[in-house]
């Protein structure tokens, strides 16, 4: 059998014998029966599903987040008038 590190991904067999992987970061699946472990379909899947989790990343924060109100006030001119201590350590 195969051994395939992949980084990102958690590759284990289940309580059943079972393998499975998950990409650690979304949860997304790659389903082992449609791509052997090692296969070029498992590793364009791995591929994509890290380009979607990047994609997601570089979004950044959406409105009505506690992420979205964070980069609103650092927006804001209040924020633009505070001491340079101040701003560096409320980042």
Do not use: W
């Not at 899947?45 to 992420?67: D, F, M, N, S, Y």
């Amino acid at each position: 059998m195969t051994h395939v590190r992949v980084k990102g991904f958690k590759i284990f067999k289940d309580r059943h014998g079972r393998m499975r992987c998950y990409h650690r970061a979304t949860g997304h699946k790659i389903d082992l029966t449609e791509a052997p472990l090692g296969s070029a379909e498992f590793l364009a899947q791995c591929e994509t599903i890290r380009a979607i989790a990047v994609a997601q990343k570089e979004k950044g924060p959406r409105a009505g987040t506690l992420g979205g109100l964070i980069k609103g006030y650092f927006e804001t001119g209040h924020f633009a008038n505070l001491a340079e201590a101040t701003r560096r350590d409320y980042r």
